[in-house]
């Protein structure tokens, strides 16, 4: 992360993201050099079993993004003997999120339902998901957004008895649990992000996690350009494999992809994991000193926790009754040389990618649009910023001064 601002002029105090390696990240990237193993091998297969033990899944497969997760978790539904999802189907999703939640389901052919957001949580509004539920309806894609979980008892609830799949796009919120479980892990299947300013860093990185073996074996066969090397022997795609690796090196069962990621990623990630508990404990802290500053603020809305959030970053949200606007606020923290983004893409049905799309928006979006145009988000770190919250906070109170 550069320590300089966008305008190169003010010196980042509070950047969205710091490094989480140390020497032993390092060190594991060497000894990958050493051994001359690049591509995918047994460092990424043993981050794959501590992953899953990690967050009390079955299974877990590696790929090179978040973003290769989500496309990698929604092509599968296609895939199994039966499969669960065919072009058409209706998937309902929550009208902010980045976009890699939303382009699998057009690359697939699927209806996309959008639907609001509660403007409290950040996440699904669930008022709004029960009424946009329709007999069309095969699957929802829930997304924990900044490090939010969802309320998967309302959820769960709301989908008992009906035959919809759900998936959980979880890659801005790894280590986050709501009921004692963990973020990912509560429905068919769910994907986590490893990019630089996420709660782990393996370069780049994504996961999926599932306790469905079907999908664990169609998963590893899709990742790979489709063939059938690496499934286990006995497998739910091609059922059993010919004992002689040469016949199967280069045979074909699935239209997959090369989402492999690279030795080196596995390394740092078995690093990175040993670490993350650690991670999310400053995390929370942070998020604690976080709410304590913002929690009563007379013109700022911050992030309702739902369950045990792990605190990606710190929304702000603009209330109706302030002196300031947007604009005004972004250029106030940009020039004390502190970074901020939108949060997340906003309401993502402003973007033209839209024109490619089936979709239809379930009522109306207005918390979406409201973030889209009056909220935004700093950064969390796995170290300490008491100093750097209390400091947004300073700057915030007198931009407030200045203002009323």
């Known amino acids: 992360m550069s320590n300089m601002s966008s305008n190169n002029k003010v010196p980042v105090s509070y950047p969205l993201a710091t490094s989480t390696w140390d020497g032993a990240e390092e060190a594991a990237i060497q000894a990958v050099v050493d051994s001359g193993m690049y591509t995918m091998g047994p460092k990424v297969a ?20 978040g ?29 902010v999120s980045w976009s890699t939640t939303y382009f699998p389901l057009q690359q697939y052919g699927l209806k996309v339902k959008f639907v609001d957001i509660d403007r409290d949580t950040l996440n699904i509004d669930l008022g709004a998901l029960e009424r946009a539920i329709s007999d069309q309806t095969k699957a929802i894609l829930t997304v924990n957004l900044l490090g939010n979980s969802n309320d998967f008892d309302a959820i769960k609830g709301i989908i008992a008895g009906r035959n919809i799949l759900l998936l959980e796009d979880n890659a801005e919120s790894m280590g986050a649990q709501f009921a004692g479980k963990e973020c990912g892990t509560f429905g068919l299947m769910g994907t986590y992000s490893s990019f ?21 074996h169609v998963l590893l066969c899709l990742r790979t350009h489709g063939w059938t090397r690496n499934l286990p ?31 080196m990623s596995g390394a740092i990630g078995l690093e990175q994991l040993k670490k993350l508990p650690g991670f ?17 603020h007379p013109f700022i809305q911050i992030q309702q926790e739902t369950g045990e959030s792990s605190w990606f ?10 002196p300031f606007n947007r604009r005004r606020l972004v250029k106030v923290l940009q020039a004390e040389g502190i970074e901020c983004r939108p ?5 993502f049905l402003t973007n033209e990618a839209l024109k490619f799309f089936d979709y239809e928006v379930a009522g109306h979006v207005e918390n979406a649009e409201y ?34």
């Open 46 to 65: 043993a981050y794959e079993q501590a992953f899953a033990e990690h967050f009390g899944s079955e299974y877990a497969i590696m790929v090179n993004s």
């Open 67 to 95: 973003s290769s997760a989500n496309l990698l978790m929604i092509a599968a539904l296609f895939y199994t003997k039966v499969p669960y999802l065919k072009p058409g189907d209706e998937v309902i999703v929550p009208a």
């Open 196 to 216: 630089f300013s996420h709660h782990i860093a393996t370069m780049e990185g994504g996961c999926i996690v599932t306790d469905d073996e079907e999908i664990y």
């Open 233 to 263: 022997k006995y497998n739910k795609v091609t059922g059993v494999k010919q004992d002689d690796p040469f016949e199967e090196s280069f045979k074909f069962v699935l239209p997959g992809y090369n989402l492999r990621p690279i030795e």
């Open 280 to 296: 999310v404990s400053q995390r929370r802290a942070n998020g604690e000193h976080f709410q304590a500053c913002f929690k009563d």
């Open 313 to 322: 970053g710190f929304s702000l949200v603009i209330k109706e009754n302030a």
């Open 343 to 347: 949060i997340v893409s906003g309401n």
């Open 371 to 404: 973030i889209d145009k009056n909220g935004l988000f700093v950064g969390n770190h796995q170290i300490d910023l008491t100093a750097e919250i209390t400091h947004t906070l300073a700057v915030i109170n007198q931009l407030c001064s200045e203002a009323t």
